[in-house]
T-cell receptor
């Protein structure tokens, strides 16, 4: 089976812009979780989607949003980018719950 | 709230030797999952091993094994016969099961950077 894929792999944006990141889970996996990884804050949970519904949300401002499509693919959107949003954004998928398998990540740089 | 603590920011081991990475966690729940993930320089997060809290037997995956002490809330990872390819950041993570109020929400420790020396 193909693993979790994320696009794009690298992004450079400027402050105030918005960005959309995409994640395709492993075939058959219905849950997609998103994490932000920064040197200062480490790995932090953003949100989790299952069957197109957000089940859990981390402690991030409303500028961070996401959605999941009927084929389980997920997107996350960050509006009004700030310098502090520069990070590696990781997506992970799992069947329903349990072990999560990660994608390669999207490296976002905000200038 | 659950927390995960990794007290060793960096460790070094010689090739073919054995190394143990430490992890402690805090929770009031009795049923949960614990994981070790590795993140090599490529930044791809790779599952190393998983442990269910209700299982007393320690999980093992080839050269990787854990020492799970539920009462002490300790979950250490032992790597035997260390190889150069084991060089990576290792993260300990905690997760509640489905219906536990935080389904599929991994709580990570700060990581241990392991360097395997030739």
């Amino acid at each position: 089976k193909a693993g979790v894929t994320q696009t794009p792999r690298y992004l450079i944006k400027t402050r105030g812009q918005q960005v959309t990141l995409s994640c395709s889970p492993i075939s058959g996996h219905r849950s997609v979780s998103w994490y932000q990884q920064t040197p200062g804050q480490g790995l932090q949970f953003l949100f989790e989607y299952f069957s197109e519904t957000q089940r859990n949300k981390g402690n991030f401002p409303g500028r961070f949003s996401g959605r999941q499509f009927s084929n389980s693919r997920s997107e996350m959107n960050v509006s009004t980018l700030e310098l502090g949003d520069s990070a590696l954004y990781l997506c992970a998928s799992s069947l329903v719950s349990g072990t999560q398998y990660f994608g390669p990540g999207t490296r976002l740089t905000v200038l | 709230a659950q927390t995960v603590t990794q007290s060793q920011p960096e460790m070094s081991v010689q090739e073919a030797e054995t190394v143990t990475l430490s992890c402690t966690y805090d929770t009031s729940e009795s049923n949960y999952y614990l994981f070790w993930y590795k993140q090599p320089p490529s930044r791809q997060m790779i599952l190393v091993i998983r442990q269910e809290a209700y299982k007393q037997q320690n999980a093992t995956e080839n050269r990787f094994s854990v020492n799970f002490q539920k009462a002490a809330k300790s979950f250490s990872l032992k790597i035997s016969d260390s190889q150069l390819g084991d060089t990576a950041m290792y993260f300990c993570a905690f997760m509640l099961p489905e219906g536990g109020g935080a389904t599929n929400k991994l709580i990570f420790g700060t990581g241990t950077l392991l360097a395997v020396q030739p």
